[in-house]
């Protein structure tokens, strides 16, 4: 009986480990949460917003356990692919008023991640993760 709780005990633990060690991510404008996702996929993390009205664009990232304290940065690309703005931070926000900028100048923009390693003072970036697509309609 001890063996049966104590496995029980372990698989639970573990089980809520792997649950918090997973990474996601959450985009959300003026409170309402537009998307919340943990698997890179560019058709499903693509986000049509049609009125933009006075608030923020709030994108939030939550890293893996793998990480640790690894720092990260936050991009921003117009369709191009020209980078509008950058951050080094796990959580962006960014006013309408400039989403209204550059909907003047992009259909879209394209929100990105990337771990920023501080290796002897280079700075060594590696592939960057798509977080999500937000389409100006």
């Not at 049509?48 to 990480?67: C, F, H, N, Q, R």
């Not at 926000?93 to 394209?110: A, F, G």
Request: net charge positive; charged share 25%; with cysteine.
């Amino acid at each position: 009986m001890k063996t049966i709780c104590l496995s029980l005990f372990t698989t639970v633990f573990v089980l809520h480990g792997f649950a918090q060690t997973t990474e996601h991510w959450t985009v959300q404008l003026n409170s309402k949460t537009l998307l919340t996702a943990n698997t890179e996929d560019t058709m499903a993390n693509t986000i049509a917003v049609k009125d933009l009205k006075k608030g923020s664009l709030i994108v939030t990232y939550v890293p893996g356990a793998v990480e640790g304290q690894r720092k990260r940065r936050i991009m921003v690309f117009d369709a191009g692919d020209r980078e509008l703005y950058s951050e080094q931070t796990l959580s962006l926000v960014i006013p309408v008023k400039t989403l209204k900028k550059w909907k003047l100048t992009s259909p879209q923009i394209k929100i990105y991640t990337v771990p920023v390693l501080d290796e002897g003072g280079a700075v060594v970036r590696l592939r960057r993760v798509h977080l999500c697509t937000i389409r100006f309609d």
